[in-house]
T-cell receptor, first 112, second 116 residues
Framework: SQQGEEDPQALSIQEGENATMNCSYK?????LQWYRQNSGRGLVHLIL?????REKHSGRLRVTLDTSKKSSSLLITASRAADTASYFC????????????FGQGTTLQVKP | DAEITQSPRHKITETGRQVTLACHQT?????MFWYRQDLGHGLRLIHY???????NKGEVSDGYSVSRSNTEDLPLTLESAASSQTSVYFC???????????????FGPGTRLTVL
């Protein structure tokens, strides 16, 4: 079964607006990662947040992690048309194995 | 530049045929992974390898096999292709030891496989 449940499944916004995607998971984790996938391409790593961190920033990306609620959010500020992609959260729910469990993803469309 | 490549990028085959998808990385990464991506299921782990001769089954391994004879390559074989194996297949790799969970996974471009 999938560890990550992402919400919403699809999101459509105008350029310049902020986009927020949420990820919930079921078991304890050491860290959570977010990846982006452009249409027809492989996944690209965006950011990693450890279980002892609550918030992390990278450029226009802001990730939060609430381990008590087993949830994370990815905020993209001042979105651009180039941000149009699918976004996946991934957790190391298999423990110290190096394996990740991916959520089903949120498809983001940013309209110019 | 170091990279991870997959071939072929597109493949059409018939039910019952054996198919091998190639994955090659030039980073000298120890760990390699095969996933399939289907609508409604996200990415699901098929097989993974921590090094030469060290391979393991993932979540959806039935009907698939892998072998790791060198660091660079992890080919995925469909022994007898079935229509249910129509999917997009991604290979990924990470450096470091098998127990290190903070590594970024580096993905190949994917292979779109259609089984008729």
């Amino acid at each position: 079964s999938q560890q990550g449940e992402e919400d919403p499944q699809a999101l459509s916004i105008q350029e310049g607006e902020n986009a927020t995607m949420n990820c919930s998971y079921k078991t304890s984790i050491n860290n959570l990662q977010w990846y982006r996938q452009n249409s027809g391409r492989g996944l690209v790593h965006l950011i990693l947040i450890r279980s002892n961190e609550r918030e992390k920033h990278s450029g226009r990306l802001r990730v939060t992690l609430d381990t008590s609620k087993k949830s994370s959010s990815l905020l993209i500020t001042a979105s651009r048309a180039a941000d149009t992609a699918s976004y996946f959260c991934a957790t190391d729910a298999y423990g110290n194995t190096g394996k990740l469990i991916f959520g089903q993803g949120t498809t983001l469309q940013v309209k110019p | 530049d170091a990279e991870i490549t997959q071939s072929p990028r597109h493949k059409i085959t018939e039910t019952g045929r054996q198919v091998t998808l190639a994955c090659h990385q030039t980073w000298n990464h120890n760990n390699m992974f095969w996933y399939r991506q289907d609508l409604g299921h996200g990415l699901r782990l098929i097989h993974y390898s921590y090094g030469v001769q060290d391979t393991n089954k993932g979540e959806v391994s039935d009907g698939y096999s892998v072998s790791r004879s060198n660091t660079e390559d992890l080919p995925l074989t469909l022994e007898s292709a079935a229509s249910s194996q129509t999917s997009v297949y991604f290979c990924a790799s990470t450096p470091g030891t098998k127990s290190r969970t903070t590594d970024t996974q580096y993905f190949g471009p994917g292979t779109r496989l259609t089984v008729l």
